[in-house]
């Protein structure tokens, strides 16, 4: 069992949310930022986005719209939410630690998801 | 953002080195040091290679390195092995603090 692990449903309907959450198994989860990192089948690496337990936020522009973070400390886990999904988002999804100035050192296992 | 641009494949023999690029731009590799490389064998996780541009986290083997001049990144494999048969990503910061991916690049070990 790694340090991150994500869950969530594996089949989401075209314009509905997609929701996944990824546990953090120590107590890191406020030394750290966190990502979300996608790959549809067969194709490269798309980050979507990170967040700091302090609040600071970032997405990537093409996804800025439908993405929204957060972050519990209590539970120590962060969550992705994509709205009005398509077929276009049918991909591997990610969970990474962001060590900043060293990058993403510590990813989950992925969960597919698909848009169907 | 565009995504940094990489070439679609290299190859290699057993021993050789071999050099993947990673272009971008000044908002990006050329904006910072903040330049890292990432590995993923078929249905694996990736994984952190290179940060910084040019640091290998604890227990990445040496035969791997990176450098940066410009706007472009480059990771050099040294004495390539099958085992290095996967692809590779280049990664960076923007100057808005966001990140960028490469496209990828398949490396075949002939």
């Known amino acids: 069992q790694g340090l991150l692990q994500e869950s969530g449903p594996g089949l989401v309907k075209p314009s509905e949310t997609l929701s996944l959450s990824c546990f953090v198994s120590?107590?890191?989860?406020?030394?750290?930022?966190w990502s979300w990192i996608r790959q549809p089948p067969g194709k490269g690496l798309e980050w979507i986005g990170y967040?700091?337990?302090?609040?600071?936020?970032n997405y990537n522009p093409s996804l800025k719209s439908r993405v929204t973070l957060s972050l519990d400390t209590s539970k120590t886990q962060f969550s992705l939410r994509l709205s009005s999904v398509t077929a276009a988002d049918t991909a591997v999804y990610y969970c990474a630690r962001l060590d900043w100035g060293v990058g993403l050192d510590n990813w989950g296992q992925g969960t597919l998801v698909t848009v169907s | 953002q565009s995504a940094l641009t990489q070439p679609a494949s290299v190859s290699g023999s057993p021993g050789q080195s071999i050099t993947i690029s990673c272009t971008g731009s000044s908002r990006d590799v050329g904006g910072n040091n903040y330049v890292s490389w990432y590995q993923q064998h078929p249905g694996r996780v990736p994984k952190l290679l290179i940060y910084d541009v040019s640091n290998r986290p604890s227990g990445v083997s040496s035969r791997f390195s990176g450098s940066k001049s410009g706007n472009t990144a480059s990771l050099t494999i040294s004495g390539l092995q099958a085992e290095d048969e996967a692809d590779y990503y280049c990664n960076s910061f923007t100057t808005r603090n966001i990140l960028v991916f490469g496209g990828g690049t398949k490396v075949t070990v002939l």
């Open positions: 120590d107590d890191s989860i406020s030394a750290y930022f």
């Open positions: 967040i700091h337990h302090s609040g600071d936020t």
